[in-house]
């Protein structure tokens, strides 16, 4: 099941990038990026199956940045959304030069 | 690595598989946050169906309780805070090129998984089939994750507490309401 586990971790992958490149809404975006470490995740999870259980400490890991990464990143989009009502990527260009 | 497995674990392996895809892609083309959240909760799901199929029964349950269950409802808690609900504020997919860059990273990764199903595993890279399971045998499914944590991975785990503290701390700093701001 290494192949079919692959396979349906890059598809997954695919599907989170593609989201962030296509939707304009910060937190539609940030769950896209949950959606990559979760590929990621599985393959760690398929890898380990065969080569040791190093593999699940990884995902422990890779989890553990997640929440941290969502605390933080909510934050910011807590706090630009108090200064320009706005979620949407598109209206915010702050650091356009 | 030509196992054999039963009809039943194939068909529940592809299963979930199917539906992890089928609501990983309903997620990224909802245009309300709470319905996207919920499909993002549904993939999650059947990935720890998958976890669990694969041998890995903890990292199964942790996929349930932290990302289903805590990072989930933090951001559908984000959502209902910031009353996203109202057709102005939802937004749609961006325009033409990034649409047109995301079809091309959709028809690179088609091609190169066609290209890699042709091909076999090199020999040297074989284990022996079921190393992770006769460590389950002997140390159990929390012990396999936990004798790695706590030995090699020891200063890593460690450091995840500094990690975790600076984010909670960011977190704070971050969301806490300035005395000038209005409201």
């Keep these: 099941m290494l192949a079919e586990s692959l396979a349906l971790s890059a598809v997954l992958f695919t599907i989170g990038v593609i989201g962030v490149l296509t939707r304009r809404n910060a937190i539609i975006i940030f769950m896209c990026v949950e959606l990559m470490l979760n590929a990621v995740n599985l393959t760690f999870v398929a890898f380990s199956r065969y080569y040791g259980p190093a593999g699940q400490v990884f995902v422990v890991f890779v989890m553990t940045v997640a929440a941290a990464e969502a605390a933080v990143g909510l934050a910011i989009i807590i706090s630009i959304f108090r200064h320009r009502q706005t979620v949407n990527l598109q209206n915010i260009n702050l650091l356009r030069g | ?183």
């Excluded at chain 2, 309903?26 to 909760?41: C, G, I, M, N, Q």
């Excluded at chain 2, 990273?105 to 020999?123: E, H, K, M, N």
Aim: net charge neutral.
């Design chain 2, 1 to 183: 690595m030509q196992e054999h497995y039963p009809l039943f674990y194939t068909f529940h392996f592809y299963l979930f598989g199917v539906i992890a895809i089928a609501s990983a892609i309903t997620f990224v083309t909802r245009k309300s946050p709470v319905a996207a959240a919920l499909w993002l909760v549904n993939t999650m799901f059947s990935l720890a169906a998958l976890y669990v199929m694969l041998d890995a029964q903890f990292i199964g349950v942790m996929q349930v309780l932290v990302y289903a269950g805590a990072i989930m409802v933090v951001f559908l808690f984000v959502v209902m805070l910031l009353n996203l609900g109202h057709p102005s504020e939802i937004a749609d997919a961006r325009g033409k090129w990034p649409v047109f860059v995301a079809a091309l990273i959709g028809i690179v990764l088609i091609a190169q998984l066609a290209a890699v199903s042709g091909t076999r595993i090199a020999p040297e890279f074989s284990v022996p089939a079921g190393f992770a399971s006769t460590e389950m045998q002997k140390y159990g499914a929390v012990g396999s994750v936990a004798r790695p944590l706590f030995n090699e991975y020891l200063l890593a785990f460690e450091l995840t507490s500094v990690l975790l503290l600076v984010a909670i701390a960011g977190a704070v700093v971050l969301g806490r309401r300035r005395d000038g701001d209005a409201g």
